[in-house]
């Protein structure tokens, strides 16, 4: 991770490499030294380094400057899930409200009789970085190269920095029958990040 932020993911979580010249050895590598120490991954090894690279490539792809993600077993499957952040422009049209312009942005569609995909939005309120909007529910994501979409649980949470500029902290996860315990968790890892005060929005503009 860049020097200038920090993050803390649960141990059980992948911090992964991005840099292309590295990615896959040092994936492979990762998951090797996981299953050692959780022999129930020994079964999902494959399926866990190939999806950890796909994360990581999507990662590279968008610009993250950070990415982690999870595999954790569970009966006959993988629970999976990545947290990937990015920076962000503020959108064109903020103005003298950052915060209001942001969350303008966001979906506030809500769930309806028959709707499996709902989203909602809400101001977090995070340890010296002030209030963040976010963004959270079940959606259809897109996948890249036009490789159709996908339905994930997913939170993002937009942090203000200075210069004009946003950290976007994007967490998600296909499995949806956990979609309140993993709003959750994404809640809670998020809350701890922390950014170097030169780069943290001054508290007036927050």
């Not at 993911?9 to 492979?28: C, G």
């Not at 796909?54 to 947290?83: H, M």
């Not at 309120?125 to 002030?130: A, F, N, V, Y």
């Amino acid at each position: 991770m860049a020097e200038h932020l920090s993050i803390t993911t649960p141990r059980s979580w992948f911090e992964l490499e991005l840099r292309p010249q590295r990615r896959d050895v040092a994936i492979k590598d990762l998951v090797n030294e996981r299953v050692r120490e959780i022999p129930a991954l020994r079964d999902h090894r494959a399926d866990v380094i190939r999806m950890l690279r796909r994360y990581a490539r999507w990662a590279w792809n968008v610009g993250a400057r950070y990415s982690a993600a999870f595999a954790t077993p569970a009966e006959d499957t993988v629970i999976t899930g990545s947290l990937m952040i990015t920076d962000l422009p503020y959108p064109p049209d903020a103005g003298d409200d950052p915060l209001g312009a942001v969350a303008e942005h966001l979906s506030r569609a809500s769930a309806g009789p028959g709707d499996e995909t709902w989203s909602s939005v809400e101001i977090a309120e995070i340890e010296g970085l002030g209030r963040c909007p976010r963004s959270f529910g079940v959606e259809d994501v897109d996948l890249p190269k036009g490789a159709g979409t996908v339905r994930v649980v997913t939170m993002q949470t937009f942090v203000p920095l200075r210069a004009g500029r946003l950290l976007l902290v994007a967490c998600s996860s296909p499995d949806l029958d956990l979609a309140a315990d993993l709003l959750e968790l994404f809640a809670a890892v998020t809350a701890t990040l922390r950014v170097r005060a030169d780069e943290a929005a001054p508290a007036a503009a927050r």
